[in-house]
């Protein structure tokens, strides 16, 4: 059974900084892709970052580029987003998901078969 764990949302203020981090387990972490997506009330979930099963490729949502820095750990079976310079307009739940792909990165949301629970990230003005 697949299960992704987030954790590290939280309470920010406009400027700060958070990590969030997303434990994966009951697959072979290093063949699936992982991506990070938002969902912001009263708005549909979008992309934030993504990162191949070896790490070695990245994308980025253009409003977070130079922002947030998406990586992983598959010694640990985890990945991270990285939120520096946060905004009011970057609060929303945050979702980790993973995509069975051994090579590249994905950016749509519905090549994603499991997901997390989500985190909860507030930016205060």
């Known amino acids: 059974q697949v299960q992704l764990v987030e954790s590290g949302g939280g309470l920010v203020q406009a400027g700060g900084s958070l990590r969030l981090s997303c434990a994966a387990s009951?697959?072979?972490?290093?063949?699936?892709?992982m991506g990070w997506f938002r969902q912001a009330p009263g708005k549909e979930r979008e992309f934030v970052a993504a990162?191949?099963?070896?790490?070695?490729?990245?994308a980025y949502q253009d409003s977070v580029k130079f922002r947030f820095t998406i990586s992983r750990e598959n010694t640990k079976n985890t990945v991270y987003l990285q939120m520096n310079s946060l905004k009011p307009e970057d609060t929303a739940v945050y979702y980790c998901?993973?995509?069975?792909?051994?090579?590249?990165?994905?950016?749509?949301?519905?090549?994603?078969?499991?997901w997390g629970q989500g985190t909860q990230v507030t930016v205060s003005s």
């Open positions: 009951g697959l072979t972490f290093s063949n699936y892709a």
């Open positions: 990162i191949s099963g070896s790490g070695s490729s990245t």
């Open positions: 998901a993973a995509c069975f792909l051994p090579i590249g990165v994905q950016k749509l949301s519905y090549a994603y078969k499991y």
